[in-house]
């Protein structure tokens, strides 16, 4: 057979099954006509009749018999196939929660939604803005991306690397003493503010905030210096580095997801969108 050999395999399954050219069409959904006139073309490439006709029902001839067993087989196979596309087609619509401090949300992830919304245009993602970390295990999120690992035993945790903070300041401020703006009492532990505390002890701290985009607002408006995300203030014009030693931190990047979660079609879908997302940041 030829390039058509997969309709055609299609067609022979139909006639053996319905036994008549009215009932194969009505299975494939075209005129009695062009079932004739497609096995018509048929025998005349394979050379031989393929069906006898026995009392208006067509009966395998001795050149068709011995492939009838194959060619059901085939056919079940291929629907199980298409019902296995058309559930992780299903599986991949729907809502995914995921959650993370809003700088991570809206500087790194949703920049970059065009690309899971061409790959998986069903799909529509729940951001959740928030410092404190919703629980995986009582499914509060799909999936998590933080900064510390979780204390949740049946939380699937995978490292995205590390995030590189570096000391800023608003561009054009002069070099010059500053106040600070930083993170409160619950953050002070964190990486980035010990740098900070190490290279400006005695700064005067003009402001406390525990979202990173209020520090980066009220920044600009001080004329403060703070800790920010090297790979993103880097290329926002309003920021400029400070050249110092000692003047970076790193802090870890996780992802946390349930184990049933991760399972879904459409969570490890986004999941491994996030993955892509925040190793491309680095």
Known sequence: MNAGGWADLELLDHLVRGATLSQAARSLGVDQTTVSR??????????AALFDRIDGRLTPTPVLAPVVDRLRAMSEEASLSLATLL????ELKGQVRVTSIGFVL???????LSRLEQR????????IAD?????????????AIRMARTGEDSVR????????????RPRGQGIGPCPVVRYGPALAHVPEMQVLDRLRPDARVALTADKLEILMEAALSLGA????????????PRFE??????????????????PERARVPSVAAVAAFIEETMRGWK
């Open 241 to 258: 580095a400070v050249d110092e030693p000692g003047a970076t931190a790193e802090r870890p990047v996780y992802l946390m997801m349930h």
């Open 120 to 127: 998986h245009p069903g799909l529509t993602l729940d951001l």
């Open 157 to 168: 945790v995978k490292s995205l690397g590390t995030l590189r903070f570096r000391l800023f």
């Open 38 to 47: 497609r096995l018509a073309a048929l025998e005349r490439r394979v050379g």
């Open 87 to 90: 559930r992780r087609t299903a």
């Open 131 to 143: 410092n404190q970390m919703l629980s995986i295990e009582r499914r509060e999120a799909d999936i």
């Open 225 to 236: 210096e703070l800790m920010l995300p090297e790979v993103s203030a880097s290329r926002d």
């Open 106 to 112: 809206s500087a790194i992830l949703a920049p970059s």
